[in-house]
Structures are given as C-alpha cells and as structure tokens.
C-alpha cells in the first residue's frame, strides 16, 4: 500500500500546506480522505485526475475536510465520459449526515450544472453520486478492490457524528483518524497498525495566541502527546502528524517530533504535502 498526505494543512491559510486530505493506493484502488482545501491540485502532483478516484471517504463535515469537495464532484463529471451518461457515479462514504451534505452540494451547483449541460452537447445529466453512511464495521465496496476498509466512531464533539477509518491490503494497515481526541472507537481502529495518520495540535502554543476562539480548539483535537499515547497503547508501528495546528514554524520540526517521541517509540513523521509513505 501507499500513502501520501495530500494536504497537510489546517483551516488557517497556509502557502506551503493545502487542507486536510490524504490518498491511500493499494491494488489498482485510489482512495481519497476528505476532500481539503487545494485536493485536486495536489492530486495533479501525484498525477492523480479526478476520474481516477476509485472512492471518496469523509471524516466528518468540518469545513476544512470538505471545501472542495464540490471540485472534486464537478471536475470528476466534466472529465469523466462514463459520468456524463450516469454510468459511473461517484461513491461517497462519510458518517451519518453525508447523503445531505452531498445532496446540498449538487444543489449549490444547479447553476453552473446548467451552463455546462447547455454548453457540452454530450452532458446530458447532472453529475451523481452514491452515498454510503457508515458509522462503524466493514464498509468495504466494490470500488475498494482487494482493498478492506473498516470505520468505527471517533469524538470530536460537538461536531456528531465523526469517523476514522482503517485500510487493509495484502497484511498491511493503515488508519485515517481525522479529527478527535483519544476514544475506544480510535483505538480499536488503530490496534496494530502499520501506520496512524492523526490531525494533531500543540495546546501550550494555542494558548498564547491572543483569542479566545481560537483556545476552543483544545478540547476536541488530540495534541501531540495524545496522538503518541494512542500510538504506544494500540501498538501501531508508525504514527504520522498532520494538520499540525498552529502551523509548524520552520526550524522547529524537531521539538513537535520529540514531544511525541516522548510518549512512543515507534517511526514518527511530521508530514508535508505530497510526502509519500510505501508500506
């Protein structure tokens, strides 16, 4: 299998990292994790084009994880000629609420969807979907391959309900955690992983920064110890940090490392966009 953090980032702008989204590859399948700020021009780095996204997994509905999603419809029926004809929709799997959310996103698009079917003589319908929402167990589909996903339920409250996901293939896992703090549901996702993918924070520099909004975050993200501590008790062989928040300051890579390292003492990376993982 192969991993590769798409976006890295968070819902604050950042030059150097796009929004949370990750891609698992295994067996011909092309997994994408939420659909963050920039997916698509980060899939282009990875010579990824819509069409060739087998399935679209999301987390949860937070804005940062599901803002271009829209793009990722639209590009995937303009370019598609199997979804012109409403022959190859795109499957769409998320936590309960997901069936709306995408119903809502095709209406937000009626007008653009109209200019395009009036433009393209061979666009004859909107562009579709077929959702799937999953809360916890096998969730494995067609589209997957050879490729077994599993869900269970995370905590992010008051954002309800949210999931994390485990990808298997050929005695490989890995898990897609998404934004929560430590819970049972986490960590029966994680027990023996090959590799955790955890939105991580840094409360002792959340604090400082002088708005309180901004301190609301501490209490429904897991920090960077908290990621390591469910690294250690589930056993997992590697942990990767991502939606690293407040951004991760250039020089100090290391000390974000070395917190976790504190905790577990298994491989450890801090991702950067497009950073690729073989397993």
Not at 127 to 143: H, K, N, S
Not at 216 to 229: K, L, N, P, Q, T
């Amino acid at each position: 299998m192969k991993l590769t953090l798409l976006g890295t980032g968070s819902p604050i702008p950042d030059p150097n990292r796009a929004g949370p989204s990750t891609l698992v590859q295994a067996d011909g399948a092309n997994l994408l994790f939420d659909c963050g700020r920039g997916v698509l021009m980060r899939l282009a780095g990875v010579g990824l084009l819509p069409p060739m996204l087998s399935r679209v997994f999301l987390t949860h509905l937070h804005s940062d994880h599901i803002t271009d999603f829209n793009d990722v419809l639209t590009m995937r029926w303009t370019m598609s000629p199997g979804a012109n004809t409403g022959k190859s929709p795109l499957p769409v799997t998320g936590p309960p609420g997901t069936a709306t959310f995408v119903e809502r996103t095709i209406a937000m698009l009626t007008d653009d969807i109209g200019y395009r079917i009036a433009h393209h003589d061979d666009l004859h319908e909107p562009p579709q979907c077929v959702t799937t929402e999953v809360l916890d167990g096998d969730v494995t589909e067609e589209a997957d391959g050879a490729v077994r996903v599993l869900a269970g339920p995370t905590d992010h409250r008051p954002v309800v309900p949210t999931v994390g996901y485990r990808v298997e293939h050929g005695g490989k896992s890995i898990v897609i955690a998404g934004d929560t703090v430590p819970c049972d549901g986490l960590d029966r996702l994680c027990d023996g992983a090959d590799a955790y993918v955890q939105t991580v924070i840094r409360p002792d520099l959340v604090v400082k920064v002088p708005n309180p909004r901004f301190h609301d975050i501490v209490d429904y993200h897991s920090s960077v110890e908290d990621a390591a501590r469910t690294a250690k008790r589930a056993s997992v062989k590697m942990l990767v940090l991502t939606h690293m928040v407040p951004a991760v300051a250039p020089g100090m890579e290391q000390e974000w490392v070395d917190m976790a390292a504190a905790h577990f003492d298994g491989e450890i990376v801090l991702a950067t966009d497009l950073q690729s993982i073989e397993l």
